[in-house]
């Protein structure tokens, strides 16, 4: 048995690098062919085709022992995915600096705030009356679109700064500040979605609402002390920094933890984020260590994360919602594009920099592949009770998977294409 999963295990993976590869050779993002490979062996493609007429019965036990996604890897696909959220999340808070958030100064916290909210208010519309969720539903539904992907914008600006002019460069931060708080500030308010989604019968809405507040202060607080704690205990330990990244890792881990226990409000993501910036601010040579590490942890983090989210997705809903769906996506953008222009309105950034910005704005790939089935995932469990239940748990699912499909590729294609005549850049091959 182990010795099948094992298999399983290779066969998935190396079909995810072979088709992650194949997409880069077409400079589209890998992460576009790992999501397909998921999709290709996960369980809809398993059941289609184990279901055909025609194929021997040995053929059928082959194919879905070693093929196929096997059950075992598919029931911790949602804590796999979880364990890849927290460590993008270290990351990001690894790479914000006080200092940089003070030289972009307020563009960026508007960056922060403003097309995330706007995107989610146009969705969250849109989902209620094209697409009949309840208006609980539609904001789950919002905050899973409404985050920019780090996974694509992170090493397009990161490019950007080392071959750009100063100009561009401040275009570059700008832009690597505001999109890592934006996904924080999308996960901080899905997860409040999910604490009404799950309030008991006799919880108030009341009730419901304040815990965001405090939610969102304890996860601050908590992700500080973590941090803190943290930094102080191994600020002398000559450990490989391997080690560190461990102990760094299974200590977001239990903050995680804490928050899904539910003994008090605790917006536990944004906590893990907190310790990643209290950890630089503190320590800076053990920041960049951690980030070291962490860079070479997430290329499997990735691997996992993509494969299992579409290992999952049902491609039967989007035959009914597809249309519809891609109307949603599509003017959910439109509200993004005008919260950026909105947020740099006033500022120093010229009218080119500023349609950069919209465009490094739209691509979607890290925070809907992480959460875009936790609905479901809860839905099932009976974590949470929504009006529509698991229907809707699916449509979620698979409309976060379309927005990868489309907007990942879409917007790494006009970032390397648009950098050169919007900001002046000369970007090298990759």
């Not at 570059?172 to 996960?187: C, E, K, P, R, Y």
């Not at 928050?259 to 893990?272: D, M, Q, R, T, Y």
């Not at 630089?280 to 983090?301: R, S």
């Amino acid at each position: 048995m182990h010795g099948t999963l094992l298999v399983n295990l290779a066969v998935v993976f190396l079909l995810a690098i072979a088709l992650a590869k194949l997409f880069e050779r077409f400079r589209l993002p890998s992460l576009v062919g790992m999501l397909l490979a998921g999709v290709a062996l996960g369980q809809f493609a398993k059941s289609t085709v184990l279901d055909m007429a025609g194929i021997s019965a040995s053929v059928k036990e082959f194919l879905g022992d070693y093929i196929f996604i096997s059950g075992d890897l598919l029931a911790v696909s949602g804590e796999l995915r979880t364990a890849a959220l927290l460590v993008i999340l270290l990351r990001a808070g690894l790479g914000i600096d006080r200092g940089t958030l003070n030289r972009v100064g307020i563009p960026a916290a508007k960056l922060a705030c403003i097309p995330c909210l706007l995107e989610a208010g146009v969705v969250a519309s849109l989902a209620v009356c094209w697409l009949g969720f309840s208006w609980l539903e539609g904001g789950l539904l919002a905050f899973v679109l409404a985050a920019v992907s780090p996974a694509v914008v992170v090493p397009a600006m990161l490019d950007i700064r080392e071959s750009a002019s100063p100009r561009a460069k401040d275009v570059s931060t700008l832009i690597l500040a505001g999109a890592s708080v934006d996904d924080v500030v999308a996960i901080t308010l899905f997860s409040c979605c999910l604490g009404f989604a799950g309030a008991t019968e006799g919880a108030s809405l009341a009730g419901a609402a304040a815990s965001i507040p405090i939610s969102i202060l304890t996860g601050i607080v908590l992700g500080g002390l973590c941090g803190f704690a943290y930094e102080r205990i191994v600020r002398s330990s000559q450990s490989h920094p391997a080690r560190l990244t461990l102990k760094f890792i299974l200590v977001a881990i239990f903050l995680h933890h804490l928050g899904e226990l539910k003994w008090f409000p605790l917006a536990s993501l944004l906590g893990v984020m907190t310790m990643g910036f209290v950890v630089f601010e503190k320590n800076e040579a053990l920041a960049h260590k951690l980030a070291t590490t962490l860079k070479g942890v997430w290329v499997f983090a990735e691997l996992v994360l993509f494969v299992m989210i579409g290992a999952v997705v049902d491609l039967s809903v989007l035959g009914g919602i597809g249309p519809v769906a891609l109307g949603v996506i599509a003017l959910g953008l439109v509200g993004r594009s005008a919260g950026v222009w909105m947020s740099l309105a006033g500022s120093r950034f010229t009218p080119r920099e500023k349609l950069f910005a919209v465009i490094a704005y739209w691509p979607k790939a890290t925070v809907q592949a992480a959460i875009g089935g936790v609905v479901l995932l809860q839905v099932t469990a009976g974590t949470i009770s929504i009006p529509h239940g698991r229907a809707v748990g699916e449509e979620i699912l698979a409309i976060a998977v379309l927005s990868i499909v489309i907007t990942a590729p879409l917007g790494a294609i006009l970032i390397k294409t648009m950098s050169p005549r919007l900001l002046g850049t000369e970007q090298k091959d990759t």
